[in-house]
């Protein structure tokens, strides 16, 4: 019985309005909870989790990476687990650029994430491929 609840958490999160962010989040986080709880590895769970702490008022990157890793780990087929990782990387320049973080010279986005170039190029690929397949059945 998890899947309908994650289900419904995501369905919130993507619903998510700014002026109505704070009650949508926790909707979801209560469908959330309910979900883990029926079923401790419930990857979609996971994955709303994640969604969620990246979208949150007060983000929580690493809390964030940690649950759609977990996430793909029960299930590597949840191809937006692999988007929203993506996503989570550029979030992270954006947070560091907003706050007025100066790059150190010759810095730029493609050097900040070369360590994580490659994680990126298969998180892109995975996602791409998981989403074609999905428009197949």
Request: proline share 6%.
């Amino acid at each position: 019985y998890a899947p309908p609840y994650a289900g419904i958490a995501l369905s919130w999160l993507v619903g998510a309005q700014p002026r109505h962010r704070d009650e949508r989040h926790a909707d979801a986080q209560r469908n959330i909870d309910i979900a883990m709880r029926l079923d401790p590895n419930a990857a979609l769970a996971y994955a709303a989790r994640g969604f969620l702490k990246t979208y949150a008022a007060d983000p929580d990157y690493p809390g964030a990476e940690a649950d759609l890793r977990r996430a793909l780990a029960l299930d590597p087929n949840i191809a937006d687990a692999y988007y929203e990782r993506v996503s989570l990387r550029l979030k992270q320049v954006g947070e560091k650029v907003r706050r007025g973080i100066p790059f150190t010279r010759g810095e730029d986005v493609r050097v900040l994430f070369a360590k994580d170039r490659e994680t990126i190029a298969a998180d892109i690929a995975a996602s791409a491929k998981k989403r074609y397949l999905k428009s197949l059945l």
